[in-house]
């Protein structure tokens, strides 16, 4: 059900330096950063070395869009297909969520990285996701 979850950070450096350490006791590296173009590098994912990260450390939300938006909680949860992360966020802007990133590829991730992003009537962020090509 719950395909990586992330929690926001005051400074990604030295979080990322704690993380490092913290998790490799726990046998688990860091296998992803993420760099995107005008933002610059603004995450860093957790998991077992060659395997998908499950855990993102990051800079908040409210920190790169507007005041209205607070926290850095946000919780994926896997699709099995294309068609149901289309699903999830119409289903979920059609109850009172509030849009962050319609369905589409975000090939920062990886090529066939299909995601749809939205806050909660709480401000949660939560997104569905499918890693299948098509």
Request: include cysteine; hydrophobic fraction near 40%.
């Amino acid at each position: 059900m719950i395909d990586h979850v992330s929690i926001g950070v005051s400074d990604l450096k030295k979080a990322r330096a704690f993380y490092d350490v913290v998790l490799l006791a726990l046998s688990y590296i860091r296998v992803h950063d993420v760099d995107i173009p005008g933002q610059g590098l603004v995450a860093h994912g957790y998991g077992e070395a060659g395997a998908q990260a499950r855990f993102w450390i990051g800079v908040p939300d409210h920190v790169n869009q507007d005041a209205n938006r607070t926290g850095g909680n946000h919780f994926a949860f896997q699709a099995k297909s294309r068609l149901e992360v289309d699903a999830f966020y119409q289903a979920a802007i059609n109850n009172g969520a509030k849009d962050n990133g319609a369905p589409g590829i975000r090939a920062h991730y990886h090529p066939n990285y299909y995601g749809a992003f939205v806050f909660d009537p709480d401000g949660n962020k939560i997104e569905a996701c499918c890693h299948l090509p098509e």
